[in-house]
Nanobody, 118 residues
Framework: QVQLVESGGGSVQSGGRLRLSCAAS????????MRWFRQGPGKEREFVAE???????LYSDSAKGRFIMFRDTVKNQVDLLMNELEVEDTAVYYC????????????WGRGTQVTVSD
């Protein structure tokens, strides 16, 4: 059974740092594209970052230069290190894997809340 579980969210002041993790089961993160999305209050879900098989990472404009996505093959998880957090980064962060094993060919976690205050 495929499962994605996010963790590491919390409350932090502007300029702070958080590290999110997405633990995967039922498949290997090393052989699949992995993505992070987020959904802020009153906003649509938006793309944050995507990691390819060769460890290249594509970032959204808002994440570029501040966020780092990386993979831990031992733990079978992907992490998102978020630096210089801004109030606008407040959102529920979701992990995603485009797999045919899940409905709509996309597996999603339940998300983890990140709240950034002034």
């Amino acid at each position: 059974q495929v499962q994605l579980v996010e963790s590491g969210g919390g409350s932090v002041q502007s300029g702070g740092r958080l590290r999110l993790s997405c633990a995967a089961s039922g498949f290997s993160v090393s052989t699949n594209i992995m993505r992070w999305f987020r959904q802020g209050p009153g906003k649509e879900r938006e793309f944050v970052a995507e990691m390819y098989f060769d460890d290249r990472v594509l970032y959204s404009d808002s994440a570029k230069g501040r966020f780092i996505m990386f993979r831990d093959t031992v733990k079978n998880q992907v992490d998102l290190l978020m630096n210089e957090l801004e109030v606008e980064d407040t959102a529920v962060y979701y992990c995603n894997a485009p797999l045919a094993l899940c409905p709509g060919d996309a597996c999603w976690g339940r998300g983890t809340q990140v709240t950034v205050s002034d």
